[in-house]
């Protein structure tokens, strides 16, 4: 019986360590989304969820899902999203080490990957599918990470208004 016992709480075990956790659009909602294309090549279509619909400009928690239709390295993205946090930080060094810490989080994507980015008070978590692929816990990297899509200087206006179209 003992054994038994044993042998149900070890099956159980992912289960439970499981259950603690909640899954990244928890208490999200489906908000907008959109295109993003470059020189007319679609690039990735995005999707936004977030926790409160009422403000204009949206903060944690959010999520937004990027799903790619172009071969692109990890490396180009991390490259990619300095160039554009730029519009909100002065500060280069503190971009350089945001874009190294990026450049070890992002994966290589194909067409049909998605990436999601998680929005959270504490900082910016990532997953590729259902996994966690890393997080850079710094309020102020998950506001100006964000701001790429959702500030109104965003390079991309008409993505914005998408994403943020329930407002």
């Known amino acids: ?20 956790s909640a899954p990244p659009l928890y208490g999200l909602r489906r908000r907008g989304s959109g295109s993003f294309r470059r020189f007319g090549f679609l690039v990735y279509e995005a999707t936004l969820w977030s926790g409160d619909e009422s403000t204009k ?24 999203s300095v160039r554009e946090m730029t519009r909100f930080v002065a500060d280069a060094a503190r971009l350089d080490a945001w874009g190294d810490q990026m450049a070890r989080i992002f994966p290589d994507v194909r067409d049909g990957d998605h990436l999601l980015g998680v929005w959270r008070p504490d900082g910016a978590y990532f997953y590729q599918g259902d996994r966690l692929i890393g997080s850079i816990r710094d309020a102020e990297f998950a506001r100006a990470f964000f701001a790429i899509w959702l500030d109104p200087r965003s390079s991309a206006p008409g993505l914005r208004a998408a994403l943020l179209e329930a407002v």
Request: glycine fraction near 10%; avoid cysteine; aromatic fraction near 4%.
């Open 1 to 20: 019986m003992h054994r038994r016992s044993l042998l149900l709480a070890l099956l159980g075990w992912p289960l439970l360590a499981r259950a603690g």
């Open 57 to 80: 400009q949206p903060g944690p928690p959010l999520a937004l899902r990027l799903d790619y239709r172009r071969s692109i390295s990890g490396r180009d993205i991390a490259e990619a």
